[in-house]
């Protein structure tokens, strides 16, 4: 018995559609319970003064098992729901802006999950906070240039003086002050990335953002193959095959 062909499914590409509808679910049920633990440890460690005495060690338990247990599924959370940012938004604004919000998210996730789990555990924050900004100071002051780069990237995203496609010319002394022309077609957290013909250069954010920014000009090749607008053909009919004034008639030989 031979039975009909019905239609085929493509299985790979249902399980792909039904875990990117899932997945934005498990960052949130991640971040609920996450919650949810940092609650029952913080509620844990009211029963007892000092974590080294003999006495309430379910609470200890609790306490330290729900305090890891909100640093990782506060880490699962930061993830999932940073990357769902970014596969929302890439449609709408480009590739650039959803990695841009998508690296603000993971940093500010994994700073607030650090900082909780750290208070979890009853870890003074506040000197921590002061040595990590001294910290943050000297590798600032060291990584002065990278940090110049993120944020020119940053105001060439929001400014928006060129997208990916336009063919733009670049001229800075920063270049060799000769003209730096291409098509652009990437624009990163740290580099520009331009097609000249010949080759794809990266131009640093930092000196795409001090240079002046113009539409390249056409080349003279374009120009001369640019069709003539060839003059309008003169009449073929002669005056005197036009018909004369009515009432007018031409008298007999």
């Not at 590409?13 to 509808?21: F, I, N, T, Y």
């Not at 460690?45 to 909100?70: E, L, M, Q, Y």
């Not at 890439?90 to 750290?118: C, K, M, Q, S």
Request: charged share 10%; net charge positive.
């Amino acid at each position: 018995m031979h039975l009909q062909d019905g239609p085929q499914l493509d299985l790979s590409a249902q399980v792909a559609k039904v875990r990117a509808k899932a997945r934005p679910w498990k960052s949130i049920i991640a971040l609920v319970f996450a919650i949810i633990a940092a609650v029952v440890s913080a509620w844990a460690r009211r029963g007892f003064h000092h974590f080294f005495d003999t006495a309430n060690v379910p609470s200890k338990i609790i306490w330290a098992g729900c305090a890891v247990a909100f640093c990782v599924l506060g880490s699962i959370a930061t993830i999932g729901l940073s990357g769902n940012a970014r596969t929302v938004l890439e449609p709408r604004f480009g590739a650039a802006h959803a990695a841009v919000v998508r690296y603000a998210l993971l940093l500010i996730g994994a700073f607030a999950t650090l900082v909780v789990t750290l208070l979890l555990f009853g870890v003074p924050v506040g000197q921590l906070l002061l040595g990590g900004a001294l910290t943050s100071v000297f590798v600032g002051i060291a990584a002065q240039q990278a940090l110049g780069n993120v944020f020119a990237g940053m105001v060439l995203l929001l400014a928006h003086p060129f997208r990916v496609g336009d063919a733009i010319s670049l001229r800075s002394g920063a270049l060799g002050g000769g003209p730096l022309e291409g098509t652009v077609t990437e624009i990163g957290i740290t580099y520009v990335r331009l097609d000249t013909g010949a080759s794809i250069m990266s131009v640093p954010n930092s000196q795409v953002l001090n240079a002046v920014v113009g539409p390249l000009p056409p080349s003279p090749a374009a120009e001369s193959a640019a069709p003539e607008v060839a003059p309008a053909p003169a009449d073929p009919v002669g005056a005197a095959g036009r018909p004369g004034p009515p009432g007018h008639a031409g008298r007999p030989g």
